[in-house]
């Protein structure tokens, strides 16, 4: 028994890897990396910016709403499949300039300034870096596509259920390594934030720099994995010419595999008139722009969706919308905001190196429990897993709640120092860890299994799209939450340095319970209504 579980989880993924997944892996890891500056975002905002937790869950939402542009972008790459690596380069130039507009304003603030005010340009690097990722992103699930080969070694189409297993592997191996790119990320955050205690400002405000510029090797990673993909395939094209095919053949096999795909205007009209009403609503300054721009843009996806659905089998049609139900709901979670980190810094005394270490652990075990829990993503339902990840989550929610209250003043005394806050943090982020990365794998394998093979990207695109959407109900349900529980704080003025807004996070006690509730009720609940319905994922 031992035997076959080691060979099903280590042996067989090993023996799974080929060469044609490592061009979609670059992007994938490229995109890991990009929280670089995750840590120095979180603590120059707190620092330099006079922005309420309530505005960050805001901006949160309109950050995440470009990512359902990935419809009309996934489209498109089924249409220009033999030039989609155009569209990295495009990713790569606007994700370049959002890094180069954090570095002005950190490095060359007076200058950046004079021009507009910091905010705006933070929120404009904040929008310019998720769509350059949405680019990439969608031309790399296209390419994990391209990568699974149809036929073996010996021109052998391979058996169906070889087929599932490389899909399954490469979006497993997907998420592995865009997780080893936040693990990688971490390493060079605690090793630039050593000693970080005992810095001036100044000294800090320089690091910030530096690892921003040091992002900007990140758009790098991405161009190299699609121009490596070119070249492999360019070489299998003159292999495949030298035993006699015609070059015709050639670069219908191997540039356009699944046949022309012809442009859905539904598809394409849909998106452009999303992209239309999210700016012209987003510029009108109206007081509920972000629930509308939700309302429209979930009748807009759904709409697409309905277009498409015609595409598949009617039991695969029934399964699709349940499962991307139950994966909306378990995504549209609200967190507690930004509330949560200021009272670790302000409260718990965790600073910039300590925050690295958190996710380099986080990290880390998520690589090795996604490995260890890939035969359960290859035998159980969506449904089980959700139920799975979000007792878990809820049960794992406990120590953060504990912490706000203090038990680390109890705990600590008793064992020496030992069990202090920060030991507790890392326990609870060493258990959590496993478990928070694999919801979308079963998801993006059964898509890249099922779906028509002239339309995986438009799929990829639109389902994920949908999807998407429920981190952005999530950033409402957290704006919601932050009106309700407010927390501020401490805001000084940078010149006078006197204090303009106290801090107060009294109420962040009942706002962490809230969400902890949320987090375990809400998709348990959504599971058990679509499972007895002819809905039920399988």
């Given at each position: 028994?031992?035997?076959t579980?080691?060979h099903?989880?280590?042996i ?9 997944y ?12 990009s ?15 006079d922005l ?5 869950a805001a ?7 470009p ?17 989609k690596?155009v569209?990295?380069y ?6 370049s ?5 954090m ?9 950046m300034?004079?021009v ?5 340009w933070?929120?404009l ?5 998720p769509t350059?990722?949405i ?5 790399a699930?296209?390419?994990t596509v391209?990568?699974?080969p ?6 052998e189409?391979f ?10 592997t490469?979006?497993?191996l997907?998420r592995?390594t ?5 693990a ?16 001036n400002?100044a000294?800090?405000?320089?690091i ?5 510029l040091l992002?900007?090797?990140?758009p790098?990673?991405s ?8 070249i492999m395939?360019?070489r ?8 006699g ?5 050639v ?22 008139a ?6 012209s609503?987003?510029?009108s ?9 939700f309302?429209?843009s979930?009748?807009?996806v ?5 277009r498409?659905?015609?595409e598949l ?5 029934l ?6 139900i139950?994966v ?6 609200p967190?507690?905001?930004?509330g ?6 302000d ?12 996710t380099?652990?986080?990290a ?8 260890v829990?890939?035969?359960?993503m ?8 959700v139920?799975l ?5 809820g ?26 806050a ?13 478990l928070?990365?694999?919801s979308?794998i079963?998801v ?22 949908f ?7 999530g ?5 919601y939450l ?6 501020t ?7 006078t ?5 106290q ?7 009942m706002l962490?319970?809230?969400v ?10 959504i ?9 039920r994922?399988h």
């Amino acid at each position: 028994m031992r035997t076959t579980w080691l060979h099903e989880v280590i042996i067989g993924l090993l023996e799974q890897m080929r060469w044609s997944y490592l061009p979609p892996l670059m992007v994938y890891f490229a995109y890991g990396i990009s929280g670089l500056t995750g840590i120095v975002g979180t603590f120059f905002v707190k620092e330099y910016l006079d922005l309420s937790a309530e505005f960050l869950a805001a901006l949160g939402f309109w950050v995440g709403i470009p990512w359902a542009l990935k419809m009309p972008v996934g489209h498109l790459v089924d249409i220009i499949w033999k030039w989609k690596a155009v569209l990295v380069y495009l990713g790569a130039l606007l994700v370049s300039a959002s890094l180069l507009i954090m570095y002005g304003l950190i490095a060359h603030t007076a200058a950046m300034t004079a021009v507009m005010p910091a905010a705006a340009w933070f929120v404009l690097s904040a929008l310019l870096s998720p769509t350059g990722y949405i680019l990439q992103d969608a031309v790399a699930d296209a390419m994990t596509v391209e990568a699974v080969p149809a036929l073996d070694e010996h021109g052998e189409p391979f058996a169906e259920d070889d087929i599932k297993a490389m899909h399954t592997t490469m979006q497993m191996l997907g998420r592995f390594t865009l997780i080893a790119g936040i693990a990688v990320v971490s390493v060079v955050n605690i090793t630039m934030f050593d000693g970080v205690e005992s810095m001036n400002a100044a000294e800090k405000v320089a690091i910030y720099a530096d690892i921003y510029l040091l992002a900007l090797g990140v758009p790098v990673i991405s161009v190299v994995g699609v121009v490596f993909g070119g070249i492999m395939l360019r070489r299998r094209a003159r292999e495949l010419i030298a035993t006699g095919l015609p070059p015709s053949e050639v670069d219908s096999m191997l540039f356009r595999p699944d046949g022309e795909a012809d442009p859905n205007w539904w598809v394409l009209g849909g998106s452009l008139a999303f992209v239309f009403f999210t700016i012209s609503v987003g510029l009108s300054g109206f007081g509920y722009s972000e629930e509308l721009v939700f309302a429209g843009s979930m009748a807009i996806v759904c709409f697409l969706i309905s277009r498409l659905l015609p595409e598949l089998e009617p039991s695969q049609q029934l399964a699709l919308v349940g499962t991307a139900i139950i994966v909306f709901v378990f995504r549209a979670i609200p967190s507690p905001g930004a509330g949560s980190a200021w009272f670790s810094i302000d409260e718990l005394g965790f600073d910039q190196q300590f925050f690295s270490v958190l996710t380099l652990i986080g990290a880390s075990l998520a690589m090795v429990g996604m490995v260890v829990l890939r035969p359960l993503m290859a035998t159980r339902s969506i449904a089980y897993i959700v139920v799975l990840l979000s007792v878990f989550a809820g049960v794992l929610s406990v120590p953060d709640i504990a912490l706000y209250y203090g038990i680390h003043e109890w705990t600590a005394p008793l064992t020496g120092g030992v069990v202090d806050a920060r030991f507790i943090a890392l326990i609870d982020t060493a258990i959590e860890s496993p478990l928070g990365q694999v919801s979308l794998i079963p998801v993006l394998a059964w898509i890249a299994n099922t779906a028509p093979v002239h339309l995986k990207a438009t799929f990829f695109a639109i389902m994920t799209s949908f999807i998407n959407l429920g981190l952005s109900a999530g950033a409402l349900g957290t704006k919601y939450l932050n009106q309700i529980f407010l927390v501020t704080r401490e805001v000084k003025d940078m010149a006078t340095g006197e204090v303009q807004v106290q801090a107060d996070y009294s109420e962040l006690g009942m706002l962490l319970i809230t969400v902890a509730l949320l987090t375990l009720c809400l998709p348990v609940i959504i599971v058990a209504v679509i499972q007895s319905t002819r809905f039920r994922t399988h």
